[in-house]
C-alpha cells in the first residue's frame, strides 16, 4: 500500500506559479513512476506530467510543456510539479498517482485556481 499526500494548491492570478508536492509513505524507488493528473470541473482527469522514479524519465502534456516541471527528491520521498504561467484553464484539481507493479494509488487532490 502506497499512501500519497499532495499540498501547494492554492488561488493564483494569471500569470501566476505555484509548487505542489506530493509525498508518498514509501521510498520512491520502490514505485515505478509518479504521475500528476488534473481535473477540471466537469471534465475527465488528464495527465499532466510523469516521471519515472530510476531512471527520472519525463513526460508532459502538450498543454503544460515549457510551463510546468516534475522533478523528485528521493530523500524525502516526494514529487514537484512546479508550475509557471498559470492559466485559467489549469484551474481544477490536481492529483497524483503512484504506479507500483500493476496497482495504481491515488492521493486525495489538491485545487488550484487561477483567476483571470
Known amino acids: 500500500q502506497v499512501q500519497l499526500v499532495e499540498s501547494g494548491g492554492g488561488l493564483v492570478q494569471a500569470g501566476g506559479s505555484l509548487r505542489l508536492s506530493c509525498a508518498a509513505s514509501?521510498?520512491?524507488?520502490?514505485?515505478?513512476?509518479m504521475s500528476w493528473y488534473h481535473q477540471a470541473p466537469g471534465k475527465q482527469r488528464e495527465l499532466v506530467a510523469r516521471?519515472?522514479?530510476?531512471?527520472?524519465?519525463?513526460y508532459y502534456a502538450d498543454s503544460v510543456k515549457g510551463r510546468f516541471t516534475i522533478s523528485r527528491d528521493n530523500a524525502k520521498n516526494t514529487v514537484y510539479l512546479q508550475m509557471n504561467s498559470l492559466k485559467p484553464e489549469d484551474t481544477g484539481v490536481y492529483l497524483c498517482?503512484?504506479?507500483?507493479?500493476?496497482?495504481?494509488?491515488w492521493g486525495q487532490g489538491t485545487q488550484v485556481t487561477v483567476s483571470s
Open positions: 498517482n503512484a504506479v507500483r507493479e500493476i496497482y495504481y494509488y
Open positions: 514509501t521510498s520512491i524507488f520502490s514505485i515505478n513512476a
Open positions: 516521471i519515472t522514479t530510476t531512471g527520472g524519465s519525463t
